[in-house]
């Protein structure tokens, strides 16, 4: 019994939509998850998640938690699911992002990277092994590969060495995420929900695509990638201060060409535009911090473009943030209000704006699967655009 399974619904060139089953959600892509870094989604009760929003499935950080409160604890409490009592489903990221990003602070090396903790200094060390290890504490439905996530500035040799190097720790990765697998995670799992369809207790791999903006080496990487075999396959290294059109030069490469009976997992992107350029070109699913990191701030996503609710033009405006968007928030709070909020230092307001957010990140991608569905994804993504552009102008 395979850990997930994975359908393609309907097609619209390259765009697709289809239903992933894990033993714990169905869930239907192309899909937006929120990210839940220490486990929780910053500002975002898990109640409005699941009742208002309708989120399948969240992000988990293996670093942050392995770090704090640690996977001793998180397992003596029942495992990541039911220590924070979201039943839906996780993905967890490898670490391996965080670990990189902190270079004044670590040494890479064949076995794995040696780093000193971002709280308190304590010397650590993280490889494909310890990765596994940490996911499979934390019991989440997808695991990822530890790679290494180079900066879109490095050149081109050390971006071929760097994707070697992935290319080794995913064999490891695979190697002893079976070998954990095996020792007890094989149980039959039916959720309430998921139309009594059975699926693995297993958790699912996912192995990471990278090579920078360099088309030659993300063909490469694919193809080590696809020889070593995963249940699903993600684009890593994108988004990572590289120009909008190289990001969809690699996605227009690579993301066709990456195997049909796979869900496509594009890492850590984006913005609205960016998500449905994305779909255009094959991807699956996304994960971003935008809309909660922007939501702290005072930024908003609309349909008819960004705004910063901190702006003074907004202290007498009754208008809801979204008059096309049907979340709670929007149907309730004018931008008079949530301007105040932001001004007077309330907490809410951070709240009420990522909640909001969300919902638009999550509602963008049901239109989307809708559109796919009708076969009218490119007059959708022209006037998605235009609309924004014209906001923005």
């Keep these: 019994m395979q850990p997930i399974e994975w359908k393609v619904e309907a097609r619209d ?77 996780i993905l967890t990221d490898s670490g391996g992002f965080q670990v990189f990003s ?37 019991g989440s439905e997808i695991v990822m590969a530890f790679d290494e996530c180079p900066p879109g500035d490095l050149g081109r040799d050390e971006i071929e060495r760097s994707l070697e190097l992935t290319a080794r720790w995913a064999k490891r990765s695979k190697q002893r995420f079976e070998e954990l697998q095996d020792s007890g995670a094989d149980r039959a799992f039916v959720e309430p929900g998921s139309n009594g369809a059975a699926v693995s207790g297993r958790q699912a791999l996912f192995g990471i695509i990278q090579g920078g903006g360099f088309t030659d080496l993300r063909s490469k990487s694919l193809e080590r990638t696809v020889g070593i075999g995963f249940d699903g396959y993600a684009i890593g290294g994108l988004s990572v201060g590289e120009e909008k059109s190289v990001m969809y030069e690699v996605l227009e490469s690579v993301t066709p060409r990456m195997p049909e009976d796979r869900p496509r997992y594009l890492m850590g992107v984006g913005t609205p535009e960016d998500l449905i350029e994305a779909v255009s070109r094959g991807v699956d699913m996304f994960d971003c911090v935008l809309p909660t990191r922007n939501g702290r701030t005072g930024g908003v996503f609309t349909s008819r473009g960004d705004l910063n609710i901190r702006n003074a033009g907004y202290r007498d405006d009754e208008t809801p943030l979204d008059e096309d968007c049907g979340c709670s928030v929007c149907a309730r709070y004018s931008r008079a209000y949530l301007r105040h909020l932001y001004t007077a230092k309330e907490m809410l307001g951070p709240i009420l704006i990522s909640h909001h957010n969300l919902s638009f990140y999550l509602g963008l991608m049901k239109k989307v699967r809708a559109a796919i569905r009708a076969g009218e994804f490119e007059p959708f993504r022209k006037t998605f655009a235009e609309r924004r552009a014209e906001a923005a102008n």
Excluded at 30 to 38: E, L
Excluded at 107 to 131: A, C, N
């Design 13 to 89: 060139g390259e765009a697709r939509t289809g239903t992933l089953i894990t033993r714990r959600s169905l869930i239907e892509t192309p899909v937006f998850m929120p990210v839940g870094t220490q486990g929780t989604v910053k500002g975002v009760r898990f109640e409005w998640l699941e009742e208002e929003l309708d989120a399948r499935i969240i992000l988990g950080n293996t670093y942050h938690l392995w770090i704090r409160p640690g996977t001793d604890v998180i397992g003596r409490l029942g495992g990541l699911h039911r220590f924070i009592s979201w039943e839906r489903s």
């Design 102 to 138: 902190l270079s004044d602070l670590r040494r890479i090396g064949e076995e794995g990277v040696e780093f000193r903790s971002h709280l308190d200094g304590t010397k650590l060390f993280m490889s494909p092994e310890i990765s596994m290890e940490i996911q499979a504490a934390l």
